[in-house]
């Protein structure tokens, strides 16, 4: 049952991401000025947040699922994000970020498999990440943009797209919901669960 209703949560997030997100190579990240709720980036990260994900290819074929354990700690202006990611297919991986705000709306991130810095751009309830990256693929690697734009809601929970690509070309997609553990619980009750599923568990409920 619990398997059943996550496959249903999962689906019911997606189809809200890709309204929210839709057209966003045309969209203008000023333009969400004043939306509420005011999404900061370095007061969402501190602490614990857990995350759903998902990669379709260019074709929309589902090719991978996972989860991802943050940790984050602000010093100052800069914000060090640990994410820990576990794939249905048991691969772990694991990126650090050191990012720092500019000033009100800018920010600059870096990690180790980053390709330069990342730019990050916020308005209201809405931050756009874009860098490029060595992504793994098996054992060599591919240099890929990432185009992400994020999306504040109710009760804490945090859309995210990104639209992947290389020399232009859009090659995937890749689709998160972040929550915060102390939210859970009241989403939760929100869906009748009796608990929420332990991240990792879940990404493998849904693969069932």
Known sequence: ?????????????????????????????KSFEGKEPRFV???????KTRAWGIFEDRFG??????????????????????????????????????IRKLNAHLYEGRSDDIIGTAQGDSYGNALRWRYDIDLKMGDSTLRVHFDD???????????????????????????????????MQTLSKQSNLKAVPDPVEAVRAAAR
Do not use: H
């Open 41 to 47: 980036l370095e007061d969402y990260f501190q602490g």
């Open 1 to 29: 049952m619990t398997s059943g209703l996550f496959k249903r949560t999962r689906t019911v997030l997606t189809i809200a991401i890709a309204l929210i997100v839709s057209g966003c190579a045309d969209m203008d990240i």
């Open 149 to 183: 734009w994020m999306f504040l809601q109710e009760d804490g929970v945090l859309m995210n797209r990104a639209r992947v690509s290389k020399w232009g070309f859009d090659i995937g997609e890749v689709t998160l919901v972040f929550v915060k553990p102390e939210k």
């Open 61 to 98: 074929t589902l090719r991978r699922q996972f989860a991802v354990d943050i940790d984050g700690k602000l010093d100052g202006d800069t914000l060090t994000l640990d994410e820990r990611f576990e794939y249905s297919d048991g691969e772990r991986d694991r990126r650090v970020w050191t």
